[in-house]
Structures are given as C-alpha cells and as structure tokens.
C-alpha cells in the first residue's frame, strides 16, 4: 500500500519561499513512474484543490491561483515529488498534500504551510 510522506512546511513570512517534499513509500516503481503526480492543498475551511501536475514524462501544468510562483517536479527513480514555492502569500495557509493525479492512492498527513504578513 503506497503511503505518502510530505515533508518541508513551515511558518514562513509573505514572500518568502519553500520547498515542500514527497516520498510515495511502498509505491511500486513502475507504477509511481508511469503516473502523473500532483500537489494539493486544503486552506481552513475550504476544500482541498489542486494546484499541480507532472506528468510521467515531466510535463508539468499549474492552476492560475499559483501560476508563475510554484513548480512541481518529480524524480520517479526515488519515488519523490517535490514543490518549489516562490513568493508566497497568506492565502497559501493550507496543509499541502501530493498523491497521483486522477484515480488517487491515500491521503498522507501532509504538511503545513503557515503564511503570515
């Protein structure tokens, strides 16, 4: 059972950066490889959205609320997918999950995000 362990939230000033991490344990590698992965987020009281993908190929697509500020990457061989988070704002305050995108494993606990300006 593939179990996700997110890593690198933290209490950041706005406009600051942070690099969030992902390990997919107990994914087999060639399934975690030949699926697109991707970040999501649930803020205080909102539902959890999505806010990218890569593909199994590496190519990758953003939604408009982190365009131009966020990158999501993978490196399938160590099963990890990461986030680059640049320029931050409050409304970034959320728990930060990663699963595959589409039919999903299970949620991780993800990591926590705190903005604050």
């Known amino acids: 059972q593939v179990q996700f362990v997110e890593s690198g939230g933290a209490l950041v000033q706005a406009g600051g950066s942070l690099s969030l991490s992902c390990y997919a344990s107990?994914?087999?590698?060639?399934?975690?490889?030949?699926?697109?992965m991707a970040w999501y987020r649930q803020a205080p009281g909102k539902q959890r959205e999505l806010i990218g993908t890569?593909?199994?190929?590496?190519?990758?697509d953003h939604s408009d609320s982190v365009k131009g500020r966020f990158t999501i990457s993978r490196l399938s061989a160590k099963r990890m997918v990461y986030l680059q988070m640049n320029s931050l704002k409050p409304e970034g305050t959320a728990i930060y999950y990663c699963?595959?995108?589409?039919?999903?494993?299970?949620w991780g606990q993800g990591t926590q995000v705190r903005v604050f300006s």
């Open positions: 890569v593909t199994s190929g590496g190519r990758t």
């Open positions: 699963n595959r995108h589409g039919k999903r494993w299970s």
């Open positions: 107990g994914a087999i590698l060639s399934d975690f490889s030949g699926n697109a």
